[in-house]
């Protein structure tokens, strides 16, 4: 039979300290850690110093853009319309929040937000995403993303990417807006269905066609996975893209969320083009 615990509660104190010590031993760890992914990052950016992700300039860090071409985004910030996020030139514009398109005719989706205007130094970064290869661009986008989206990530409980084609997806080999959605859940710790929609048929080009046009070539023609249905029902759902414009494919992409039971959707995208079917559209139109 063990004998009893020795003067002065050794027992005790041996258990009590077993949490500190081994307290002790995740901070030292997690210190280690740290230094060590520091110095893996100090080697990579001598054997790779880091270049702007828009161009060849040197920067401090990878993933990081230049001065200039960071000077060329234009964040989206108040005001703006509250249901599509068009910008507004001034605070007095709209009526409620809401643009005259949104008002005389809401889309199916409650809010949408983007992180920047459409223009050629959002362009650099996102066409190269879309149609380049350059994946790595994904995930300094989401964070963009995250920060002017972060009221639509706290409300949501699934986020889910607008499809391409299956023909379009062979030959990219990657959907850039599941790769957006795949970053965005990492950082808001949201569940992603990367496949929950599907496109049903093919469709033609939107960057020639009108709003009408657009909305009418969607028709029927974004629908939703059988298998993904439980997991949407009854849940508010965050659709993202790379490029919101008018609203065609988001909103066909919530119509269908909508039918399948999802509660509700709010819309993210990397830029909102400020002006469909003007310049910054064609811009779009040209890279595909």
């Given at each position: 039979?063990?004998?009893?615990?020795?003067?002065?509660?050794?027992?005790?104190?041996?258990?009590g300290s077993s949490?500190?010590?081994?307290?002790?031993?995740?901070?030292?760890?997690?210190?280690?850690?740290?230094?060590?992914?520091?110095?893996?990052?100090?080697?990579?950016?001598?054997?790779?110093?880091?270049?702007?992700?828009?161009?060849?300039?040197?920067?401090?860090?990878?993933?990081?853009?230049?001065?200039?071409?960071?000077?060329?985004?234009?964040?989206?910030?108040?005001?703006?319309?509250?249901?599509?996020?068009?910008?507004?030139?001034?605070?007095?514009?709209?009526?409620?929040?809401?643009?005259?398109?949104?008002?005389?005719?809401?889309?199916?989706?409650?809010?949408?937000?983007?992180?920047?205007?459409?223009?050629?130094g959002v362009a650099?970064?996102?066409?190269?995403?879309?149609?380049?290869?350059?994946?790595?661009?994904?995930?300094?986008?989401?964070?963009?993303?995250?920060?002017?989206?972060?009221?639509?990530?706290?409300?949501?409980?699934?986020?889910?990417?607008?499809?391409?084609?299956?023909?379009?997806?062979?030959?990219?080999?990657?959907?850039?807006?599941?790769?957006?959605?795949?970053?965005?859940?990492?950082?808001?710790?949201r569940r992603v269905?990367?496949?929950?929609?599907?496109?049903?048929?093919?469709?033609?080009?939107?960057?020639?066609?009108?709003?009408?046009?657009?909305?009418?070539?969607?028709?029927?023609?974004?629908?939703?996975?059988?298998?993904?249905?439980?997991?949407?029902?009854?849940?508010?759902?965050?659709?993202?893209?790379?490029?919101?414009?008018?609203?065609?494919?988001?909103?066909?992409?919530?119509?269908?969320?909508?039918?399948?039971?999802?509660?509700?959707?709010?819309?993210?995208?990397?830029?909102?083009?400020?002006?469909?079917?003007?310049?910054?559209?064609?811009?779009?139109?040209?890279?595909?």
């Amino acid at each position: 039979m063990a004998g009893p615990p020795p003067p002065g509660g050794g027992s005790f104190l041996r258990q009590g300290s077993s949490p500190g010590v081994a307290l002790m031993r995740a901070a030292v760890a997690g210190g280690a850690m740290r230094l060590a992914r520091r110095g893996a990052r100090g080697v990579l950016d001598a054997l790779l110093p880091p270049h702007c992700l828009a161009c060849d300039a040197r920067v401090l860090e990878q993933g990081a853009l230049c001065p200039d071409c960071f000077g060329g985004l234009h964040a989206i910030v108040p005001p703006f319309c509250l249901q599509c996020s068009t910008p507004f030139e001034h605070g007095g514009e709209g009526e409620e929040g809401l643009c005259p398109e949104c008002l005389l005719n809401p889309p199916p989706f409650e809010r949408a937000r983007a992180a920047f205007a459409y223009n050629e130094g959002v362009a650099r970064l996102i066409l190269p995403l879309k149609h380049a290869d350059r994946t790595e661009l994904a995930a300094p986008l989401a964070r963009h993303m995250a920060r002017a989206g972060a009221e639509l990530l706290a409300e949501a409980e699934v986020i889910v990417p607008v499809p391409i084609h299956r023909g379009r997806l062979f030959l990219r080999r990657y959907n850039q807006a599941a790769l957006l959605a795949m970053h965005l859940g990492r950082i808001a710790r949201r569940r992603v269905i990367p496949d929950a929609l599907r496109r049903l048929r093919r469709t033609r080009s939107l960057g020639p066609l009108g709003a009408e046009a657009r909305r009418a070539e969607l028709e029927g023609a974004i629908g939703v996975a059988p298998r993904a249905r439980s997991a949407l029902a009854g849940r508010r759902v965050l659709l993202v893209d790379d490029v919101l414009t008018s609203g065609a494919t988001a909103g066909a992409c919530a119509e269908a969320l909508l039918e399948a039971g999802a509660s509700a959707v709010d819309v993210l995208a990397i830029a909102r083009v400020p002006d469909p079917g003007g310049e910054w559209d064609g811009l779009k139109a040209r890279g595909g």
